[in-house]
């Protein structure tokens, strides 16, 4: 990797600060620059928050910064929701990699370790591929992003250490970016799905609430392409959850049949989680819900194990 893939997130502090050139193509100039050079020292330095491993280009030239967990095995891409790659989503991506994962989690917009700002998540939600999915009951899965998280997908098979040990690369969507867990499975190497608390279609409606926002013909290549009677992808919500109806979990079911499962959390009541409770694996909820969470986690680290190592 380039040294400048390594000060990640300071890239845009750095231009609005110091009006430094970064030039149209990446980072290529910026870093011959003086006032840059204590930047670069100081973020090699600073392990409080993870910096960006890298930037993936697909054949089309759709661009995302990456940050990565784990040290080895399987390939794990892990897509944050609209609060942002947040502390909280980076822990879950550290637990998942403290399985034998390498986590990848791409920036779609925010600052790493931050929560998002409400105007980058709405800039990121009034692109038309998010509209399509938000809006509509079915939509395809040929836009920017689905296909740079293939592109992606494909790239990390072959480039993860001890790779031809692996099976697949697995993929794990959270509400606003649930969807794209089917979208990135409809092509190899994808082989594991986890869906936490899908939340588009926007829930208004029954069609809506029943809906996955895939199209037909996408989840008959999905049903085609992965092995029948064994499950592929799960989904996990609590089960109180308005955001992501239980209805959504049914319709895939009935759609995808064996190829998908799905979880339900038990929320509000004596619970102790509240009737809204919504991010599984980031929210933070009291202690004794842990067990719950956990419960939760073993499913999704033994669907990874199964699907991407072949454990049985």
């Known amino acids: 990797y380039r040294i400048d893939d390594f000060i990640g997130t300071k890239l845009d502090h750095l231009k609005e600060k110091d009006n ?49 967990r784990g040290v080895s095995g399987p390939a794990v891409i892990m897509l944050h929701e609209i609060t942002g790659m947040t502390e909280e989503c980076i822990a ?51 836009g920017p992003i689905a296909k740079w998280l293939r592109d992606f997908a494909a790239h990390l098979h072959v480039k993860v250490p001890g790779h031809g040990e692996y099976k697949g690369v697995g993929v794990i969507g959270m509400c606003l970016t649930g969807r794209f867990v089917l979208s990135t499975m409809l092509e190899a190497p994808a082989t594991a799905g986890v869906m936490c608390q899908p939340g588009t279609p926007a829930p208004i409606g029954d069609n809506r609430k029943a809906a996955s926002g895939v199209c037909q013909a996408d989840l008959d290549k999905l049903t085609i392409r992965l092995p029948a009677h064994e499950t592929s992808i799960i989904g ?54 842990a067990p719950a969470i956990d419960q939760a986690l073993d499913r999704v680290i033994e669907l990874l194990g199964r699907r991407l190592k072949g454990n049985r």
């Open 20 to 68: 430094i050139n970064v030039g149209t193509g990446g980072h290529s100039n910026y870093w011959c620059d003086p006032r840059v050079v204590p930047h670069i020292v100081a973020s090699m330095l600073t392990t409080d928050v993870p910096q960006m491993d890298f930037i993936h280009k697909d054949s089309v030239g759709t661009a995302f910064q990456v940050v990565r």
């Open 236 to 289: 996990i919500r609590f089960s109180e959850d308005f955001r992501s109806p239980s209805q959504r979990m049914h319709g895939l079911e009935r759609k995808l049949r064996s190829c998908f499962g799905h979880l339900e959390i038990e929320s509000g009541g004596a619970t102790g989680l509240a009737p809204n409770a919504h991010s599984v694996f980031t929210g933070n909820y009291p202690r004794n819900t």
């Open 92 to 142: 879950f991506a550290d637990r998942v990699a403290a399985h034998g994962y390498s986590v990848y989690l791409p920036l779609f917009f925010g600052r790493v370790g931050e929560r998002a700002g409400l105007w980058s998540a709405a800039r990121f939600c009034v692109r038309k591929e998010i509209l399509n999915m938000s809006l509509h009951v079915e939509s395809d899965s040929q």
